[in-house]
């Protein structure tokens, strides 16, 4: 079999292009580019440095309810709709559904940063930014989208209403995003465990264009986790 | 085709079903004829593969539904009681990604689109999008995607739900175009569509198979009394008790009465014929008959028989 008629490239396709025909999605691009653009051009001449920290630190805490509010449907509209009968019916795997759900959201997370290049390539024109900088600045921005949606789509396997979806999905997210505050007070190893487990330890490292393999390890570990998660919830719901 | 190993199937505390088994000949049309919630649409998801069974197995094509599950969804064509339809897509985009779901090749699918639109008339409706279609053509869009890849097995829950009569005999129509090469279990608690379009009739009750046979056996197997109804024109009392009188005759009553005819049944015992007896009585008596039939068992009676449990019936 081709890979263009694997299940998982087809099922891949026809979400993404279903996430392209939905106002949804656009809202979500809009909203996120305002922000972001706020965000990264409002100090950019004040403080007068060429890097991309005014992007990249507010990122996280964007996504945290971005990522959620476009993966809540995934699931949760299948379950509603009644149409994961449909699905589970014709001969796909339960784990090519989920991965082809996951796939076709990684999709439209590239198109969303490949939109925010115009970031890095103004500053190419304006200053002379650290190419290692930006470069791993991109893929600490991609790792924590791609984790952020794997824990979305978890939350949309749990229930058939979205806004309880995007709910879940955005609490889980927020929690990763936040524990590392909590690391200060916390003694010895459980404050090593909180910083270890929190996002923005791992962003931070890729984001300084680090890329250490236990970052790697994290990133890979977390999205795994989840996509078991939601493999295994999908395969629950008809056991009951 | 299909066979089913006293396949069990408990949700929680309720027994959905409770040791169905049968074997279904390829080529045959079978009915699951049932009241709501008698386990029929449990029955056909096991059958799918999309629900396993809490006990007991069953094969599709000589294919285990649980360990080979997905040989057997590549042979059947399945149309879900709910009709579950991407409603934001067109009719067409709707049946070129299930063309494409289940791995068909580009050249075959152009056909096979061209054909599934041609048999389900679909024509009309390829550019709409779901959402904006009829009950009717949501159902033949279901069962178009149902049949797309050819498959050699059709399960069908209740397909004519919910359609009024001239689409219900638009799909029967189909249904029996596609019985020509094809083994179909369908299920439907409308009586009058099993009894013209199955080969084949199951009965299920309270999750177990209470019957099993053509429409026609079954009418006749469960026909322990037949009727006569009369009318005619007569005084009621001696009329009643002249023809109760008859023999072979084990009771009569009236079913209707105005002042000048007066409608009996006559319950009688098996075998017995008294139509010419009623005829010599009331000629004889000068009641002239206004009408005489005889009541058969119809699958309907054979149905509610089965399925009313006592407390209803009385």
């Known amino acids: 079999m081709t890979l263009r008629r694997h299940p998982i490239v087809v099922l891949a396709h026809k979400e993404l292009s279903t996430f392209l025909n939905t106002p949804a999605t656009y809202v979500i691009f809009v909203l996120f580019l305002v922000l972001m653009g706020w965000f990264y051009a409002s100090p950019l001449f004040s403080i007068g440095q060429s890097s991309l920290d005014t992007f990249l630190k507010p990122l996280p805490l964007i996504l945290t309810f971005l990522i959620p509010a476009l993966t809540m449907r995934s699931f949760a509209e299948e379950f509603k709709g009644g149409t994961m009968e449909y699905l589970s019916t014709l001969p796909l795997r339960d784990y090519e559904i989920v991965i082809g759900k996951y796939v076709a959201v990684m999709g439209l997370l590239i198109i969303l940063l490949a939109f925010t290049l115009a970031y890095p390539l103004t500053l190419l024109l304006v200053g002379r930014p650290d190419p290692g900088q930006l470069i791993g600045g991109y893929i600490a921005a991609f ?98 | 085709m299909i066979e089913a190993q006293s396949l069990t ?65 590549r042979r059947i064509g399945y149309l879900p009681e709910t009709n579950p339809l991407y409603e934001e897509l067109a009719v067409y985009e709707s049946l070129l990604w299930t063309a494409r779901l289940r791995g068909m090749e580009k050249n ?100 177990q198979i209470v019957a099993d046979g053509t429409p026609q056996s079954l009418s006749s197997q469960f026909a322990g009394v037949h009727k006569l109804i009369v009318t005619l024109k007569g005084p009621e009392a001696s009329v009643q008790t002249t023809l109760g009188s008859l023999p072979g005759v084990t009771r009569v009553s009236v079913e209707r009465k105005t002042s000048t005819e007066i409608s009996l049944s006559l319950e009688l015992a098996p075998g017995a014929d008294v139509r010419e007896q009623v005829f010599d009585v009331a000629k004889s008596n000068g009641w002239p008959i206004l009408h005489l039939a005889e009541e058969t068992i119809s699958l309907e009676d054979v149905f509610r028989q089965l399925t009313l449990t006592p407390e209803v019936k009385a």
């Open chain 1, 143 to 240: 790792s924590l989208g791609a984790l952020f949606a794997a824990i979305g789509l978890w939350a949309s396997s749990l229930t058939r209403n979205q806004v309880v979806a995007f709910i879940i999905g955005f609490f889980v997210c927020f929690i990763l995003y936040l524990v590392d505050r909590a690391a200060d007070f916390m003694p010895g190893i459980l404050s090593e465990t909180l910083r270890w487990a929190s996002v923005n330890t791992h962003y931070d490292a890729f984001s300084r264009g680090v890329l250490d393999s236990r970052d790697v390890l994290y990133w890979a570990s977390g999205i795994v986790f989840f996509l078991m998660a939601a493999l295994s919830v999908v395969h629950s719901k008809r056991w009951k």
């Open chain 2, 9 to 73: 199937k408990t949700y929680g505390v309720t027994r959905a079903l409770k040791g169905v088994s049968f074997s279904i000949q390829p080529g045959e049309v079978v009915g699951l004829l049932g009241p709501n919630g008698a386990g029929k649409t449990t029955l056909l998801k096991i059958l799918t593969g999309y629900l396993p069974p809490t006990e007991g197995s069953a094969r599709v094509a000589n294919l285990d539904v649980l360990t080979q599950s997905l040989d057997v969804r």
């Open chain 2, 108 to 207: 075959e699918t152009e056909s096979a689109l061209r054909h599934v639109i041609g048999v389900c008339g679909l024509g009309s409706v390829v550019g709409k999008d779901i959402a904006h279609l009829s009950k009717g053509f949501r159902q033949r869009v279901g069962l178009a995607q149902a049949i797309l890849h050819d498959p050699e097995i059709l399960i069908l829950d209740e397909p004519t739900s919910g359609l009024d009569p001239n689409q219900q005999a638009e799909v029967r129509q189909l249904i029996q175009t596609l019985k020509q090469k094809k083994t179909v279990l369908l299920s439907t608690h409308i009586l009058s569509e099993a009894q013209s379009s199955c080969d084949r009739v199951f009965i299920i009750h309270e999750g």
